[in-house]
């Protein structure tokens, strides 16, 4: 089974930026690995995902122009850059494997279709 590990998390200023990492045991580059944040008494929900073959991304409305997701300078790791962080971005985040391809229409980023969640990072933003 894909194993997972986040890594990164922190305690930031509102308005700065953190990058987190996503390392993974050996995945074919077809499936999507997805970020997601879970905040206290929420649901988790996803932040972004992005399928390594052919770099195709999908973002939450409230983190898209702020927050990046790519591969990573190694092979088995993708990152999540997280600019102009606001307090309401606090959360553990997690990465997971997901799917190949999501039916026309679906969202990518319901947490229902991922599996192989990591432990997670914390990410705190408070001045």
């Known amino acids: 089974q894909v194993q997972l590990v986040e890594s990164g998390g922190g305690l930031v200023q509102p308005g700065e930026s953190l990058t987190l990492t996503c390392t993974h045991s050996p995945m074919a580059a077809i499936y999507y690995i997805g970020w997601f944040r879970q905040s206290p008494g929420k649901a988790r929900e996803g932040v972004a995902c992005i399928r390594k073959l052919d770099l195709d991304t999908h973002y939450s409305d409230s983190v898209s122009g702020r927050f990046t997701i790519a591969r990573g300078s190694e092979s088995n790791t993708v990152i999540l850059r997280m600019n102009a962080l606001k307090p309401e971005n606090t959360g553990v985040y997690f990465c997971?494997?997901?799917?190949?391809?999501?039916?026309?229409?679906?969202?990518?980023?319901?947490?229902?279709?991922?599996?192989?969640w990591g432990q997670g990072t914390q990410v705190t933003v408070s001045s």
């Open positions: 997971a494997k997901g799917p190949q391809r999501f039916d026309a229409g679906a969202s990518a980023l319901r947490s229902d279709d991922y599996e192989s």
